[in-house]
């Protein structure tokens, strides 16, 4: 995914000279394309986040679209004020490229997971966050940002993510996919791990229960109106996230049910509100937190037979 | 060295307007927007190319106010300047004005909104670099507090600058030896903050920051060597009006009524 988007910017960048690519002193084996064909408009900023953006948004300010990289905590957390007031504030053309999202950095410890990325940026005005599921998506996403001159937050895993979609499909900015019909639950997710929930939607189908599935692609805007009209008639609404239990997507799908829909349960997955001492590979701390196709089934089922 | 009695005589109605604008027992921030009239006169009068009819014109040259509470100082020179209808000012401070104490970008001639220190100077540094990749003239100069380089955004910022030798860049650091809680050589002692800044790859000059000889000597002696200009302009807070002059607490006294009169008549 991270490739297929670098290289939707390299070509943008081919075609509009006023777009600009500043690193945090990242990007090995990724970016050298661009740095060797724009010298002028690759940047690397050094280890200091908060300097970045605050060159984005002057480069931003003077008219140019800007793109800025690096590991998802640095990019977002480390120059977080910088991007409230100097990016959001002033509505400027900065797209803000996370790296690694949920637990992909799995064996680089918890310093590297992105498990708040959603919760804290979700609040600031003016603000997109679009968190692509596969590669297929993430380039008809860059495709559609070509045009889209506001603060954008892209939620990108790292690589060889699961395909989920075959082909090319109608990307709509803000509107979620029903990427499989089900009558008895609804699952919302977002991001890589939907393969996880495709699959556990097969492990419920051996036990009778057809479970809906829904790519929320766009977490702000959020697709209020899918979301009302999906979770009507279904014995459970569940939400699927690789992020923090707290403030993301979960919350986001809440704050719509808690509104239109009052009265209905909304089952939570993502990852507990606790710091993470154990390190291995995304599947393996997928599996930790209940958050593999087999740990979702069986949550499930546990609480389909409580009703 | 040309006369500069017109300039004297402006920053004093800009001290005068900056009174008048003060909502009595309301404003704070007034003895950091008269540390730097003489700086901000001298600026937008002799030396910035600005359009006070365009105010985005893309010819114009850049300044940003780092140290956004003294937002009250740029507004009385943009009202001056003629940016904006003078009566808009009335509203200062008051409930649903567009002026807030602090820098707002909503104000005609206001590149960038600040209030949080540590802002100004990376986002000067991304102008400076966009104008110097384009092969334009525009220059930027932001204009930073002395307590505000505790900020370590600041430093990562110079040290950029200095690498790319964005000689379109000046930055004015307005030494009145203040900070929020404290004198800035108590809390943390910068000094020599010249040497500091010039190691990093920048010219870096002093001047008194309330003499318009001086102030005019110094821009106009910038050395041309590709690098980046500090000017290390010294000010006394509360500049020109002796109830706050000199005084740490000219950060957040307030005036009352009778005061303000009495300012203003003195003035």
Redesign the interface.
């Known amino acids: 995914m991270r490739s297929a988007i670098i290289e939707e910017i390299y070509n943008l960048m081919k075609e509009n000279g006023n777009v600009y690519f500043l690193t945090g002193d990242l990007g090995y084996d990724v970016l050298e394309k661009i740095e060797a064909e724009f010298p ?2 690759f ?1 690397n ?2 280890v ?1 986040e ?2 970045m ?12 679209k800007v793109f800025v990289f690096s590991i998802t905590p640095f990019v977002t957390m480390r120059c977080y ?2 991007i409230r ?2 990016v959001c ?2 509505d400027l053309d900065i797209t803000i490229l996370g790296i690694g999202s949920g637990l992909s950095y799995g064996i680089l410890s918890s310093t590297h997971f992105s498990l708040e990325d959603i919760a804290i940026l979700r609040p600031l005005p003016n603000m997109t966050i679009f968190s692509p599921v596969d590669e297929i998506e993430a380039r008809l996403g860059m495709r559609y940002f070509k045009n889209h001159h506001h603060p954008l937050y892209i939620r990108i895993g790292k690589k060889k993510e699961e395909i989920i979609y075959k082909q090319p499909y109608d990307f709509q900015y803000g509107k979620g996919v029903i990427i499989r019909p089900g009558k008895d639950v609804v699952i919302f997710a977002t991001g890589p791990i939907i393969g996880e929930a495709l699959s556990a939607a097969d492990l419920l189908k051996e036990k009778n229960i057809e479970a809906e599935i829904i790519n929320l692609h766009t977490i702000k805007p959020l697709d209020n109106d899918l979301i009302i009209s999906e979770s009507q008639g279904k014995k459970l609404i569940i939400t699927l996230e690789e992020h923090g239990i707290i403030g993301g997507l979960g919350s986001a799908v809440s704050e719509v049910i808690g509104e239109y829909l009052p009265g209905n349960r909304v089952m939570r997955f993502g990852v507990e509100d606790k710091p993470i001492n154990i390190v291995g590979s995304q599947t393996f701390l997928r599996k930790q937190f209940c958050l593999d196709s087999i740990g979702i089934m069986d949550t499930i089922l546990k609480e389909l037979k409580t009703y | 060295m040309e006369n500069n009695t017109g300039l004297t005589n402006l920053a004093r109605e800009i001290r005068e307007d900056i009174i008048a604008a003060v909502v009595p027992n309301n404003s704070h921030h007034i003895g950091c927007s008269l540390s730097i009239v003489e700086i901000l006169t001298y600026l937008y009068f002799k030396k910035l190319r600005i359009f006070p009819k365009e105010p985005k014109n ?1 010819e114009r040259d850049i300044f940003i106010l780092s140290k956004g509470h003294a937002a009250l100082a740029l507004y009385c020179i943009l009202q001056k300047k003629g940016f904006f209808k003078e009566k808009l000012l009335d509203t200062y401070d008051q409930d649903n004005s567009s002026f807030p104490e602090h820098a707002s ?1 909503g104000v005609p001639g206001v ?6 220190l ?2 100004g ?11 110097k ?1 384009d092969k334009k003239n525009n220059q930027v100069t932001v204009l930073m507090s002395d307590g505000e380089l505790d900020e ?2 600041n430093w ?2 110079i ?2 600058a200095g690498q790319h030798r964005l000689d379109n860049l000046t930055i004015v650091i307005d030494l009145n030896g203040f900070q929020g809680y404290g004198e800035t050589k108590k809390v943390i002692d910068l000094s020599p903050i010249g040497k500091k800044i010039s190691e990093f790859g920048w010219n870096v000059y002093e001047t008194d920051g309330h003499n318009f000889d001086e102030l005019t000597k110094t821009f106009d002696g910038f050395e041309k060597n590709n690098r980046p200009n500090c000017i290390i302009a010294k000010t006394v807070k509360g500049k020109g009006v002796p109830y706050f002059e000199g005084k740490f607490e000219a950060h957040y006294m307030k005036l009352d009524q009778e005061t303000k009169d009495k300012i203003l008549s003195e003035l």
């Open positions: 002028n408009r940047y900023m050094g200091a908060q300097n953006i605050g060159v984005a948004s002057g480069l931003a300010l003077s008219g140019k004020e910088q007031n100097d504030f002033h | 893309p970008s590149e960038l909104s600040t209030g949080s540590g802002h100077l990376p986002v000067g540094v991304g102008f400076a670099l966009s104008f990749n370590g955004s990562e910022a040290m950029f």
